[in-house]
T-cell receptor
Framework: NAGVTQTPKFQVLKTGQSMTLQCAQDMNHNSMYWYRQDPGMGLRLIYYSASEGTTDKGEVPNGYNVSRLNKREFSLRLESAAPSQTSVYFC?????????????FGPGTRLTVL | LAKTTQPISMDSYEGQEVNITCSHNNIATNDYITWYQQFPSQGPRFIIQGYKTKVTNEVASLFIPADRKSSTLSLPRVSLSDTAVYYCLVAPTFSGYSTLTFGKGTMLLVSP
């Protein structure tokens, strides 16, 4: 039982390049989330998927797209990377869309955009 | 959404009890209080959750007064490994509400 896995762990991009961050969970959770964390800031929600087949914008969605590929997988795409997207990205999942559901986080992807 | 306020940072020494207080003046009837812990270079992890009075588990205790406008996370006899960022969150229990607001948290530094 691996929990929430993310790939890659580290990535360096040049401005304008694109990439997809992958996330998978094996806990049969319905809801999945993408956050970014910048130095001195808390976690900010980028996008979430309350259930398979649905996605919604969070606090900072600009410059990102997401795909809920199936119940297990939720990917985050940067179409044209910018230095402002340099950050640590965390994927999380929870059983359902209740505010009291525990969110389980992956190990994070550290992204640098030059 | 209930806004939360917690100290930016706290310092302690090994073996001491640490209490981190979170203010949530506009907490709603359906809201629960949850605390997460984040170690450096890791994602946050759930510590404890409560609605009122006192909740205790193997890691921490959570004290919530009757008016629920604040809550206190208590870590007994901290060690160096308790150095982390602690987040206080307030969110309702009903389904259909999917998002949590983590804020900046409280950076706890435990020294020898």
């Amino acid at each position: 039982n691996a929990g929430v896995t993310q790939t890659p762990k580290f990535q360096v991009l040049k401005t304008g390049q694109s990439m997809t961050l992958q996330c998978a969970q094996d806990m049969n959770h319905n809801s999945m989330y993408w956050y970014r964390q910048d130095p001195g800031m808390g976690l900010r929600l980028i996008y979430y998927s309350a259930s398979e087949g649905t996605t919604d914008k969070g606090e900072v969605p600009n410059g990102y797209n997401v795909s809920r590929l199936n119940k297990r997988e939720f990917s985050l795409r940067l179409e044209s990377a910018a230095p402002s997207q340099t950050s640590v990205y965390f994927c999380a999942s929870s059983e359902a869309g209740r505010g009291t559901d525990t969110q389980y986080f992956g190990p994070g992807t550290r992204l640098t955009v030059l | 959404l209930a806004k939360t306020t917690q100290p930016i940072s706290m310092d302690s020494y090994e073996g001491q009890e640490v209490n981190i207080t979170c203010s949530h003046n506009n907490i709603a009837t359906n809201d629960y209080i949850t605390w997460y812990q984040q170690f450096p270079s890791q994602g946050p992890r759930f510590i404890i959750q409560g609605y009122k009075t006192k909740v205790t588990n193997e890691v921490a205790s959570l004290f919530i007064p009757a008016d629920r406008k604040s809550s206190t996370l208590s870590l007994p006899r901290v060690s160096l490994s308790d150095t982390a960022v602690y987040y206080c969150l307030v969110a309702p229990t009903f389904s259909g509400y999917s998002t949590l607001t983590f804020g900046k948290g409280t950076m706890l530094l435990v020294s020898p």
